[in-house]
């Protein structure tokens, strides 16, 4: 079936330092695929999408591309900021289940 | 807009006692999904809704718990009896659409329940 496996965390990085998040799926055709982000106390909200194959997703700096050569999705940042610690997820529309997501700590 | 709206936010109880948590989807959606989020399980699907209509509830822990939807505006996930292992965030999302391929879910900000 299909599916998306989600580097597992916790991640900790320094302020500017470069990120990326593993996200890779399988699955029959192309689905969408998508990148949430819970902050503290909050609940969870979509960071970007990409649709079909080849296409990037971008919001707050952050992007992600749909590559169907590698069936990867991962989540890249170049330079993260303190307010970017919070727990992403990586999801695919076929599915509505989330995991345990990716905390991302950034330090001063 | 308004989002989506959970009460209530904060639920502190003892073993045994029942437990409401209400949800108002964002107006128009068409679907409303309960979720569960612990350190250990991360955030589990409870049981989702289309038009009001329970489409699969197998996330459902067990017969303590119940979800309802009688109108489009609002849902109710009960607890009874209640037990510390219920402890959690609960959380209530709605989408409109095929979610399936839009993928887009609008979270509230969540129920914090805990049971002593």
């Known amino acids: 079936g299909n599916s998306v496996t989600q580097m597992e965390g916790p991640v900790t990085l320094s302020e500017e330092a470069f990120l990326t998040i593993n996200c890779t799926y399988t699955?029959?055709?192309?689905?969408?695929l998508f990148w949430y982000v819970q902050y503290p106390g909050e609940g969870l909200q979509l960071l970007l999408k990409?649709?079909?194959?080849?296409d990037k997703g971008s919001n707050k700096g952050f992007e992600a591309t749909y590559r169907k050569e590698t069936t990867s999705f991962h989540l890249e940042k170049g330079s993260v900021q303190v307010s970017d610690s919070a727990v992403y997820f990586c999801?695919?529309?076929?599915?509505?289940?989330f995991g345990q997501g990716t905390r991302l700590t950034i330090n001063p | 807009d308004a989002g989506v709206i959970q009460s209530p936010r904060h639920e502190v109880t003892e073993m045994g006692q029942e437990v409401t948590l209400r949800c108002k989807p964002i107006?128009?959606?068409?679907?409303l999904f309960w979720y569960r989020q612990t350190m250990m399980r991360g955030l589990e699907l409870l049981i989702y809704?289309?038009?009001?209509?329970?489409?699969?509830d197998s996330g459902m822990p067990e017969d303590r718990f119940s979800a309802k939807m009688p109108n489009a505006s609002f849902s109710t996930l009960k607890i009874q009896p209640s037990e510390p292992r219920d402890s959690a965030v609960y959380f209530c999302?709605?989408?409109?659409?095929?979610?399936?391929?839009?993928?887009?879910?609008?979270f509230g900000e969540g129920s914090r329940l805990t049971v002593l």
């Open positions: 999302a709605s989408s409109l659409g095929r979610v399936w391929t839009t993928g887009e879910l609008f």
């Open positions: 699955a029959t055709g192309y689905p969408s």
């Open positions: 990409a649709t079909k194959a080849d």
């Open positions: 999801q695919g529309a076929q599915k509505l289940v």
């Open positions: 107006s128009g959606h068409d679907y």
């Open positions: 809704f289309n038009n009001n209509v329970p489409i699969d």
